[in-house]
């Protein structure tokens, strides 16, 4: 019998499949709540200072001096000392264009990690479990995005 157990959470090439390989249901709510309240960091790169310096209709370097702050020697976009990111203003003013730490999340290694991390954040973010099926690719895909600028 628990060989059949352990059958059951392997793929045909006998890959051990994560616990949400059926997909998780997530859509933002544009709430803010990842926006707002806590001390933290969101590394912008390159191109996302200039794509979204081009959606405000200014320079990189208008951009940089009115909204970033350098932290060994990365940018991370200004937060008001209350710990909100100065692009949230009742709604996050980039959402187009928001950062891949922005992105990417809920699909973190992190929030991934075991489905008790999953349902822990059902309780401070509004959009888990709602809205479309997002497949164990696009999980992934996320993940791998996101991991290979932080990770």
């Given at each position: 019998?628990?060989?059949?157990?352990?059958?059951?959470?392997?793929?045909?090439?006998?890959?051990?499949?994560?616990?949400?390989?059926?997909?998780?249901?997530?859509?933002?709510?544009?709430?803010?709540?990842?926006?707002?309240?806590?001390?933290?960091?969101?590394?912008?790169?390159?191109?996302?200072?200039?794509?979204?310096?081009?959606?405000?209709?200014?320079?990189?370097?208008?951009?940089?001096?009115?909204?970033?702050?350098?932290?060994?020697?990365?940018?991370?976009?200004?937060?008001?000392?209350?710990?909100?990111?100065?692009?949230?203003?009742?709604?996050?003013?980039?959402?187009?264009?928001?950062?891949?730490?922005?992105?990417?999340?809920?699909?973190?290694?992190?929030?991934?990690?075991?489905?008790?991390?999953?349902?822990?954040?059902?309780?401070?973010?509004?959009?888990?479990?709602?809205?479309?099926?997002?497949t164990m690719k696009e999980i992934e895909e996320n993940v791998k995005i996101y991991e290979g600028r932080f990770g």
């Open positions: 019998m628990d060989d059949v157990k352990m059958c059951e959470h392997k793929d045909v090439q006998g890959d051990t499949q994560p616990w949400y390989k059926e997909g998780l249901r997530f859509e933002c709510q544009r709430c803010g709540r990842c926006c707002r309240g806590e001390p933290g960091v969101v590394w912008v790169h390159k191109r996302e200072i200039e794509n979204i310096a081009a959606f405000f209709g200014i320079t990189q370097q208008a951009f940089a001096k009115n909204y970033l702050r350098t932290i060994n020697d990365r940018c991370s976009l200004i937060e008001y000392s209350n710990g909100d990111c100065i692009m949230y203003d009742n709604g996050c003013k980039i959402y187009d264009v928001r950062p891949c730490q922005c992105r990417t999340f809920p699909f973190w290694k992190s929030t991934l990690e075991n489905r008790s991390e999953w349902e822990k954040l059902k309780k401070t973010c509004p959009g888990v479990g709602k809205g479309k099926v997002h």
